[in-house]
């Protein structure tokens, strides 16, 4: 802890299983939501005690099944990566949400005939069936730009910059916006 610039007031070792999950209530008490990391058996009841239970995919079978999140490897760095997609996820699901509710709200009426009696506007129904298809295929392509989201890793477009052929927009669904992340540290 302190080579990582934890004060030792914050940092809580050497104690039980139970200690430990005692002290994850009392942060949820205080602070709300709390995550914590573990790969033992003594971590596996704060695991469980936790929010969001982050295990080390080199630690026990208990902790591993006691947890809410695997990470694969045995680096903390997949936390922050963890977060950062979690977040870029939800912000996708919210956008094709959008998109798809503003969708329907045109294209059902349309398709229903209920401009037709005053305007004369309406859809036919084959019209319509592919309307629907191409709304499904937007929302899939809105999807697949998670690829798109580089977690300290040079996104794949980056290393086209400066050919002749990439076009000046060809960033712009990638942009990655910075994320704020706190920790409370135990």
């Not at 995919?57 to 006691?66: F, M, W």
């Amino acid at each position: 802890a302190d080579q990582v610039g934890i004060s030792p007031d914050r940092v809580v070792a050497g104690v039980l299983p139970a200690e430990k999950a005692a002290k994850v209530r009392q942060l949820q008490a205080t602070h709300g939501t709390v995550a914590m990391i573990g790969d033992g058996v003594n971590d596996a009841p704060a695991l469980a005690e936790a929010d969001v239970g982050i295990a080390v995919g080199s630690g026990t079978d208990v902790a591993l099944e006691a947890a809410g999140m695997v990470l694969m490897q045995a680096d903390l760095n997949g936390v922050c990566k963890a977060l950062d997609l979690s977040v870029v996820t939800m912000r996708r699901i919210r956008i094709n949400f959008i998109w798809a509710f503003v969708y329907n709200v045109v294209g059902i009426p349309f398709a229903a005939g209920v401009f037709f009696p005053t305007a004369r506007l309406h859809l036919p129904p084959m019209y319509a069936g592919i309307a629907m298809g191409a709304s499904s295929f937007c929302v899939v392509c809105s999807s697949l730009l998670l690829w798109c989201s580089s977690f300290g890793q040079r996104p794949w477009h980056h290393r086209l910059r400066g050919c002749m052929m990439t076009p000046w927009f060809w960033d712009w669904p990638c942009r990655k916006q910075s994320v704020p992340i706190a920790a409370e540290r135990t």
